[in-house]
């Protein structure tokens, strides 16, 4: 296997997958999906955000919902 088929399997720091391949969403989508990955990027190193995480799962998911 040649190196460029190994680093396609890891996207570089706009998303593209080797010269090509990529996400593709719709240019009008373009600016909700940069302010989600903006969010997450603050998120995940935020302890607040962590533990209220974590008390999520212990005490809601998997639960019956009202339904």
């Not at 593209?16 to 969403?25: C, D, Q, T």
């Not at 600016?31 to 935020?46: G, I, Q, T």
């Amino acid at each position: 296997m040649s190196d460029s088929k190994q680093t396609d399997k890891v996207p570089d720091n706009r998303g593209f997958f080797g010269e090509y391949g990529g996400r593709f969403v719709p240019p009008q989508l373009e600016s909700v999906l940069k302010e989600v990955e903006d969010a997450y990027l603050a998120a995940r190193n935020d302890p607040k955000f962590w533990e209220e995480y974590r008390e999520l799962l212990k005490n809601y998911v998997g639960r019956p919902s009202p339904l």
